[in-house]
């Protein structure tokens, strides 16, 4: 039976095909160029004289995305589709690909595709510089008028992908085409691992990073802060929420996926919002919201401490579960010494809580935004698997503590490190300053202090400017940047194997049961 990790790993050719879409570089860049030069505009194909709409939206699709990539503002937050412009995939939706047999489940994957896109999109667009999108909405204003279409750009290119979903996936031959297409990028670098030795560099490195879980682990508990010094932040909440009962009466599409409205969804995210407890020794450990400063480089507003969120989901015994994700950023993660392999500009943590099948919490697990450090705290009744030889093993402390209707769980951190250092609970009103909600997508498309809005991420879903002096020896092991932050969807979370934050069937392969 294959692995978890290969239950959604592409080929390699597939592989490198999607990294080619995710990571824009030269052959990406030229693709564009060639297909505008033969179109004999400068800024994309043509949007007049098309003969009927079907055509119109496709010009569409191929004008926005050459904009787009010659502005180099492409979103790394889902993966372009060869063949299907007005959809995009990620790594949870291309898990399904083999799965949607029957016109229900493949009509809701589809809508997921879509919605990728749209919300890709809708970014992308608005960190184009103002000319250039003045020039394609003007264009498309009057192409629109032709074909009876919606004038405005945005509901334009939604009305678009309800027809060229109608026109390409109408027969089995273009949604078996749709199938095969829907792979979904790898974070890792191939050419990398094979100048760098990788099987040898692998043999070296699974050793220190049991060793550095060993370190992490004896250092987890009671007494590993000064307690003079903690601060705690939390997002104010009401503790009356029956969270169980609202998660377990969700309702979920043809695919199995939790679908929570609006006032589910925000009920959830605060019934099981940590406290944040960090050791503060300087300006560095304060939580802020991630802001564009000169040259659109962005930096840590510690006056307006924040905490963003959002949602996602797991394949976990066959069920579809859903996750709740918090994240905060810190300044910087300063260096120890006169040289640090691991200090530089931003660091930031996400603690993300999995709901079981009861709608109570089956395990919490923990990133820093470099996709570094994971960490996993199974629930009572759970524990961590043993995994293969080849792959990384996982730092998993203990389990998680369970809290109380009156209680809130804390999360430890660090000075300076953030590593995480404890996890207790507390009770529910103790003291804690207030942290502002705000979805982690929002970090897609910010305020430039020059105008306009430009994304915290380049292209390849990094912020250059975190970039770490540990790249310089870590890249045998296949990771890009190693240590710099990045956007969500775009974390390698293991330097041994091939293992994704995002990855459907991550906790499927690394939790069981503790009475097998």
Known sequence: MPSA????????????????????????????????????????????DTPDPDTACRALFARADAAVDTAGVHDAGGARIEGFPWLRVNRPLASFRDEVGTPQRFAAWVDR??????????????????????????????????????ADLEAGLD???????????????????????????????????VLGLYPIARRVARPRVAAFHRERNQAFGADALDRERVRRYAVPRKPDTDAARLARNMPRDALG?????????????????????????????????????????????????????RLSWTRFHGRVLLQLNYAIWFPARPPDGWFDLYAGHLDGLVWRVTLGPDGAPLAYDSIHLCGCYYTLFPAAGWRVSEVPPDQEPIQSPGHAPAAGPDERLVVGLEARTHYLAELTTT??????????????GRLRSLPRAAGGSASAFAESGLIPSSARPERGF?????????????????????????RHFDDPYLLDGLLEREDD
Request: aromatic share 4%; charged share 25%.
């Open 5 to 48: 990790s290969a239950r959604t790993r592409p080929t390699s050719g597939a592989r490198s095909a999607a990294r080619a879409d995710r990571r824009p570089g030269v052959l990406r860049r030229l693709a564009p160029v060639a297909f505008l030069l033969l179109a004999g505009c400068a800024t994309g194909p043509p949007l007049h």
């Open 113 to 150: 595709l879509a919605a990728l896109d749209r919300t890709a999109r809708h970014h992308e667009l608005a960190n184009l510089p103002a000319s250039r999108r003045a020039t394609l909405a003007n264009d498309w204003h009057a192409e629109a008028a032709r074909h009876g279409l919606p």
């Open 159 to 193: 009305a678009c992908r309800g027809r060229l979903r109608a026109d390409r996936l109408a027969q089995p031959a273009g949604r078996d085409r749709l199938r095969a297409a829907a792979v979904a990028p790898d974070e890792y670098v191939e050419w990398e691992r």
């Open 257 to 309: 996926i939790p679908e929570p409205d609006e006032r589910t969804r925000v009920e959830l995210l605060a019934a099981h919002a940590p406290v944040w407890a960090v050791e503060t020794r300087t300006g560095d450990d304060r939580p802020g919201a991630l802001v564009l400063g000169e040259h659109d480089r962005p930096t840590v507003d510690t006056d307006h401490p924040v905490e963003y969120r």
């Open 427 to 440: 009770a529910e009103r103790a003291a804690a300053t207030p942290l502002a909600p705000l979805p982690l």
């Open 474 to 498: 870590f890249w045998p092991l296949g990771v890009p940047s190693a240590g710099a932050m990045r956007q969500w969807g775009t974390h390698a979370i293991a330097f041994v194997g091939r």
